[in-house]
């Protein structure tokens, strides 16, 4: 596994932007598929975005693909979430996941909070 730090969460008006971070430390970096889930109050969770270990392949939830952009730098151990044109229904707490193999993401972050207001 590998220990998951998030910030960059927030409180913003519905149309604007935050982007999350997530240090990586404790194991290879690049060895991890990273991705991001996020959990509303009484909503299952779901899997928001997902990068591959060398950035080149992603995956987006139909519900924030056109606004939403994960990245990450693999020299600074570090995954981010861009999320632009934030909505009301944005507002979670997202995690950051990490997997090295496997189907399961084993490797999860404390969440930080986004709360979109209208």
């Known amino acids: 596994q590998v220990q998951l730090v998030e910030s960059g969460g927030g409180l913003v008006q519905a149309g604007g932007s935050l982007r999350l971070s997530c240090a990586a430390s404790g194991r290879p970096f690049s060895r991890f598929d990273m991705g991001w889930f996020r959990q509303a109050p009484g909503k299952e969770r779901e899997l928001v975005a997902r990068i591959s270990r060398a950035g080149f392949a992603t995956y987006y939830a139909d519900s924030v693909k056109g606004r939403f952009t994960i990245s990450r730098d693999n020299a600074k151990n570090t995954v981010y979430l861009q999320m632009n044109n934030l909505k009301l229904e944005d507002t979670a707490t997202y995690y950051c996941?990490?997997?090295?193999?496997?189907?399961?993401?084993?490797?999860w972050g404390q969440g930080t909070q986004v709360t979109v207001t209208s």
């Open positions: 996941v990490g997997r090295e193999s496997g189907v399961d993401y084993d490797s």
